[in-house]
């Protein structure tokens, strides 16, 4: 009980599922694991999730890592998860905003990839106009696709799509307000995006 | 741009990924939708996720029923969603409060189930106090698994879990904090949950 103001550590996380729709997920996301450099983020994995924590450059290149790399091996993959920043208990893991600011994953493999967005500031009397200006922003930057209930799809070349989701994160939060959420969630190789 | 202010609807929405980790995820995830009986819920499936809305009995009952009749297949699966209520633009698909409030899925088959949920009561300055009030619930009603950043351990039966979802998502929210979002995710089948 005693985490219950926000913090002002710079930290991010990205609490996480990444499922591999084949009988060889286990070898699939061990793949990514081994393949992926995340030795710039504090990494744990539970019976339910993986959580990345560090500064937000690194929580971010090792996301798109693991995803970039598990689409390589062709199978239909999910990824869901949830960035978060400011709030609650965030003092814990600060060993890792030591790490030099430099990302350590490079590959720019182009991957088609379809998502959706959601966006919740906390304690935010106008919530809904920071929401409304990030998808302002995705239409921007060409990786709109379609507004639904509760959420905005985002597809494009991954690399797009994770810069996208890399700046919101950034614009969407403020000195007032420093807790923020986004959820993700993305499929890639789906049998349902044809000729992407 | 209308959509702007939050609505007083009783629609709840989940909106989820069923990712079954199988070669045959195609066969689990219609197999599931055939049986499952959806004739008292809005359903739409995109190429990323699908959504769930109508009155709040509905839509857990339906959450539940697609995980434990995906579960009986044996296959390890990963549920991932967001259950909202009250905010925006929940006018649409109003229809299906007309619905009886009897329960269409019964099956009782007990399911061992990981998961973890956070909170998100939008555009209320005492969240945190919401959030830990219901991991005391969670903790009363003997589901409480673990804490961790971002996010609380739930598991046991399925039905346990799914009553403990059902029981905070209305606990949560209130006549002045109309809009909440609740995250899950759901192992099923995992091997890592060894005895269990």
Known sequence: M?????GTSPIVGFRFTLSPMTNDFVEV????????????VRMHTDDV??????KQGHVFNVAKALALH???TGV??????????GCPGDSAGDAYLDKPD????????KQYVSSQFA????????????????????????VFNESMHDASGIHGDIH????????????????????????????INSPSHGGN
């Open 76 to 85: 239909h993959v999910a990824l869901n998860g949830t960035f978060s920043a």
């Open 102 to 109: 430099e990302q350590l994953n490079h590959d720019r493999t």
């Open 49 to 54: 999730s993986t959580v990345i924590r560090g």
């Open 119 to 142: 966006l919740y500031p906390m304690n935010h009397p106008d919530y809904m106009s920071v929401i409304y200006r990030e998808i302002e922003r995705a239409k921007e930057r060409g």
């Open 2 to 6: 005693e985490d219950m103001h926000c």
């Open 160 to 187: 797009d799509v994770f810069d996208f989701y890399e700046e919101a994160f950034t614009h969407a939060r403020s000195e007032d307000h420093r807790h923020l959420v986004m959820t993700v969630s993305m499929s």
């Open 70 to 72: 598990t689409a390589k």
């Open 29 to 40: 996301i061990k793949g990514a694991l081994e393949e992926v450099d995340t030795s710039a």
